[in-house]
């Protein structure tokens, strides 16, 4: 059962700005980068449902997550069908987000009052999603739809529409700054986020530095 009501997603996604998008088998991994960007200020996360056994961690951080880091949202990401949908929701899943428009998954949602946020790659598939029940769409994989003048182009005709860019947004401020100015609503934040050291680990304090300048540069830039 989601822990976050439908509307407290929406309002920290709009107050942060920022969500990282992340997978890894280790639970003790996913614990140690959750806390990283968590202690810089960011309260929403997508554990992405990548790997065998994804749900197994995924349900483990939730149960972890509500004492360890309170307030921090955690939602799943790469649900393309409605079962896995459910699953997930059931598991704890506070939003869902889609490489793709379906509507079952949508269906599946809104009937738990769960946002769904879609991957769109057109005005079309932004429309329909939003006919869906959309109040975020996922624009995937953004930088090769089209980048930030792609979103430009959208918010023209549709000034309502509430975008996420994911792929190819890198945590700088220059980079975030385009992004924003385009008129993105938030950003998902992939691999470059979290910074590894010399030995291939994750570097906490390096990934904590990312994560505060990347909320500080929504802050700063979002229109």
Same mark, same amino acid.
């Given at each position: 059962?989601?822990? &976050?009501? $439908?509307?407290?997603?929406?309002?920290?996604?709009?107050?942060?700005?920022?969500?990282?998008?992340?997978?890894?088998?280790?639970?003790?991994? =996913?614990?140690?980068?959750?806390?990283?960007?968590?202690?810089?200020?960011?309260?929403?996360?997508?554990?992405?449902?990548?790997?065998?056994?994804?749900?197994?961690?995924?349900?483990?951080?939730?149960?972890?997550?509500?004492?360890?880091?309170?307030?921090?949202?955690?939602?799943? +990401?790469?649900?393309?069908?409605?079962?896995?949908?459910?699953?997930?929701?059931?598991?704890?899943?506070?939003?869902?987000?889609?490489?793709?428009?379906?509507?079952?998954?949508?269906?599946? =949602?809104?009937?738990?009052?769960?946002?769904?946020?879609?991957?769109?790659?057109?005005?079309?598939?932004?429309?329909?999603?939003?006919?869906? +029940?959309?109040?975020?769409? $996922?624009?995937?994989?953004?930088?090769?739809?089209?980048?930030?003048?792609?979103? $430009?182009?959208?918010?023209?005709?549709?000034?309502?529409?509430?975008?996420?860019?994911?792929?190819?947004?890198?945590?700088?401020?220059?980079?975030?700054?385009?992004?924003?100015?385009?008129?993105?609503? =938030?950003? +998902?934040? +992939?691999?470059?986020? &979290?910074?590894?050291?010399?030995?291939?680990?994750?570097?906490?304090?390096?990934?904590? $530095?990312?994560?505060?300048?990347?909320?500080?540069? &929504?802050?700063?830039?979002?229109?």
């Amino acid at each position: 059962m989601a822990g &976050f009501t $439908k509307l407290e997603v929406l309002k920290t996604v709009d107050e942060i700005g920022i969500v990282p998008v992340f997978y890894h088998p280790d639970i003790n991994v =996913c614990k140690e980068v959750l806390t990283a960007v968590y202690n810089g200020g960011i309260r929403i996360f997508e554990f992405t449902n990548r790997g065998e056994g994804a749900h197994k961690v995924f349900e483990e951080l939730v149960g972890w997550a509500k004492t360890a880091l309170p307030g921090l949202i955690l939602g799943i +990401g790469s649900v393309i069908d409605a079962g896995t949908a459910s699953m997930y929701i059931q598991l704890g899943a506070n939003f869902v987000v889609a490489p793709i428009v379906n509507q079952e998954v949508a269906v599946t =949602c809104n009937r738990r009052k769960i946002p769904w946020m879609p991957g769109c790659g057109s005005l079309t598939e932004i429309s329909y999603a939003e006919s869906l +029940g959309a109040d975020i769409v $996922k624009i995937f994989p953004a930088q090769q739809v089209g980048g930030p003048d792609f979103i $430009k182009a959208v918010k023209a005709p549709c000034p309502w529409v509430n975008i996420m860019p994911t792929g190819g947004v890198q945590p700088t401020e220059g980079n975030l700054k385009e992004w924003f100015l385009a008129g993105a609503h =938030c950003v +998902g934040l +992939g691999s470059q986020l &979290f910074v590894k050291n010399q030995q291939g680990k994750y570097d906490a304090e390096a990934i904590t $530095k990312a994560a505060a300048l990347s909320v500080n540069a &929504f802050k700063k830039w979002r229109k």
